[in-house]
């Protein structure tokens, strides 16, 4: 085993271009490389996702188990409608206050690590929300506030797996699955939640993230590491496939332009739509099962199984988005992500303002529009959070943070938005917030065809060097070592010494 390990460092580094000890591959000069047979960089691609969507999955319990907790013998049942938003927003005041130390440790520390620490934070916190609650507001909050710091990590591990294990070709591929953890974490919240809350008690929601979030952290520590390059189990052939076509990366890394992706325009396209899209999916998961339950009047075991649905779809539209964008030929990489943004946000917005229309009676009908409304919203994957990571290529860790900073954002925005709107459950009050919504979506929409483009930034090129050659460096030797006098010769002080003594 060892010497198949030290066969395959041997082999890398040799195909790289780099020596072992590198943890980081050079220029890959693959032009001929096949597709290998084996696809270890897949289970890398589902571990990471199965850890960023538990710790989005923890932090959205208490968006089902508010509408399942008693008068009577729980605390939190009787919070003011303010003390729920400020709830639901202390995720958002933990990523925020994570953001600048996240920023440090991603430049600096293992991206695995990382994680690992965030789960481990994520996972104790939500096991401890059920002996917090009883014990008071500010108790509860703290829980949720720790929940927010895990949550800060989850959009760069997206980008830097990304970066890192998916070929150029797979991409799209690759972001299809790890940005729909946010979809994904109430796939499968949504139902447990509704099980937990109908049969055992909304602690157990708490109980079972808790649990199933320590195992896939596990397996995740087991298995994962930072570079294809360092894992024992990707052959050659896959590495080679993985790193075909990818630029050169220096010995270290470069500066972060910072200046220059604060001035792009492209950038900022791909941060609006983050913020409106971002936006409505923090409504989405926020308020859907408040919206079916209280609204729309379906039970609370229904209101698990009917909450998951739209998001399954949009899960799968994302999926969709995702293959499709790598796959289809004969349209450039740029039109295809304005096309893909504009049925993400453009139409999703347009069917947010039908469904405003039709009345809570028609409650089928609400839902199915709901299923469309939040399906659409799936295929951001391919519109700009690809563009974000082709524009920035090595420095797309930046642009995701910045994802995070916005996901905070409308993470602390959304409850107290639409708080202060829906007090009563009215039809008026659920339309307003579905065109405000939508308006946002649309708008940021028009901005994006405007200023979205697939290239690769100017500033993710490595500074040029002027190349010297082997007879360059003989022949400036040779006139260096010339001009250096030796020390051993006589000189003509010496030769006078020596003549008068």
């Known amino acids: 085993a060892v010497n198949a390990t030290s066969d395959f460092m041997e082999t890398a580094a040799t195909e790289t271009g780099e020596e072992e000890e590198t943890s980081v591959p050079e220029t890959q000069p693959y032009t001929s490389v096949k597709r290998p047979k084996k696809y270890w960089r897949f289970l890398m691609l589902a571990l990471s996702t199965l850890c960023i969507t538990q710790i989005l999955a923890n932090q959205n319990s208490y968006n089902f188990t508010k509408i399942c907790v008693s008068n009577k013998k729980d605390p939190s049942a009787n919070y003011t409608k303010n003390e729920q938003s400020v709830i639901q927003a202390g995720t958002a005041i933990g990523s925020f206050s994570a953001t600048i130390p996240m920023m440090f440790a991603l430049d600096r520390l293992p991206k695995k690590h990382i994680l690992l620490a965030c789960g481990a934070l994520s ?40 970066a890192e294990w998916a070929s150029l070709t797979e991409h799209g591929i690759f972001l299809a699955f790890l940005t729909g953890f946010s979809q994904l974490a109430n796939i499968y919240l949504m139902p447990v939640s509704g099980v937990m809350c109908t049969y055992l008690g909304w602690k157990w929601v708490y109980y079972t993230m808790g649990v199933t979030g320590s195992l896939f952290f596990f397996l995740f520590f087991c298995f994962y590491t930072d570079f294809p390059v360092d894992n024992e189990h990707v052959t050659p052939e896959e590495l080679a496939w993985i790193l075909k076509d990818k630029p050169e990366k220096p010995a270290c890394r470069d500066p972060v332009p910072y200046m220059a992706m604060l001035k792009s325009k492209v950038i900022w396209a791909v941060w609006t739509s983050a913020f409106a899209d971002i936006l409505a999916i923090m409504f989405i998961n926020m308020f859907n099962p408040q919206y079916i339950n209280d609204y729309l009047k379906f039970s609370v075991l229904k209101t698990g199984f009917y909450a998951a649905l739209p998001i399954l779809v949009q899960w799968f539209c994302k999926i969709f988005a995702g293959f499709s964008s790598d796959f289809i030929k004969g349209v450039s990489e740029t039109m295809k992500l304005k096309i893909y943004n504009t049925i993400a946000l453009g139409a999703s917005g347009t069917f947010f303002i039908i469904l405003s229309f039709i009345p809570a009676e028609s409650a089928v009908a609400c839902f199915v529009v709901l299923i469309i409304t939040e399906g659409l919203i799936g295929f951001n994957t391919a519109g700009f959070n690809k563009c974000g990571t082709l524009h920035a290529r090595q420095h797309s860790h930046f642009v995701m943070i910045m994802k995070v900073n916005i996901q905070s954002t409308c993470q602390l925005i959304e409850p107290f938005i639409t708080n202060a709107i829906i007090t009563d459950n009215t039809a008026w009050q659920w339309r307003w917030v579905f065109w405000l919504h939508a308006s946002l979506l649309i708008a940021t929409t028009v901005l994006f065809l405007f200023w979205a483009k697939a290239d690769a930034a100017p500033w993710t090129e490595p500074p040029q060097t002027e190349e010297v050659s082997v007879e360059d460096v003989e022949t400036n030797g040779e006139e260096s070592q010339a001009e250096i006098p030796d020390s051993t010769a006589p000189t003509e002080q010496s030769v006078k010494e020596a003549e008068s003594a």
């Open 123 to 162: 996972s104790v916190a939500t096991l401890f929300v059920p002996f917090m609650e009883p014990l008071g507001f500010y108790y509860f909050l703290a829980a949720r506030i720790f929940q927010g710091v895990a949550f800060c990590v989850t959009f760069p591990i997206a980008g830097a797996v990304t």
